[in-house]
């Protein structure tokens, strides 16, 4: 290429290579700049009542004392159905408590 005497052709040769370390920071930098960017815009995005499924898993596994395999048993045809029961009653029994608390719920 031709150089118009700016250096701006050259490579930068004082870094040296990238290694996977820092590719995987600047990304998650970057990542995460493009969340908090989004974030007073998509409020989907930013559900603070939102539970993991292991979360809720755990939760109705304590509440009706059984073990999590036992309520995640695969040979049930409907793990996917008590999930998302479970995540309701979890959801709903929060909503619940943050009420008594004097939280209002739709705030959130």
Do not use: C, H
């Not at 908090?36 to 409020?43: L, P, V």
């Not at 309520?71 to 959801?91: C, H, K, P």
Request: proline residues 2%; aromatic residues 4%; charged residues 30%.
């Amino acid at each position: 290429a031709a150089a118009d005497g700016d250096g701006s052709d050259l490579a930068d040769d004082t870094k040296g290579p990238q290694t996977e370390a820092e590719r995987e920071a600047g990304f998650k930098a970057s990542r995460d700049a493009r969340l908090k960017a989004d974030a007073g815009t998509n409020r989907a995005a930013w559900n603070t009542l939102f539970m993991r499924q292991d979360t809720v898993a755990a939760a109705v596994a304590t509440k009706y004392g059984v073990s999590k395999a036992d309520l995640l048993e695969s040979d049930a045809g409907d793990v996917a159905v008590r999930m998302a029961l479970g995540e309701a009653q979890v959801i709903a029994e929060t909503k619940e408590q943050l009420s008594r608390a004097g939280v209002d719920p739709a705030t959130l």
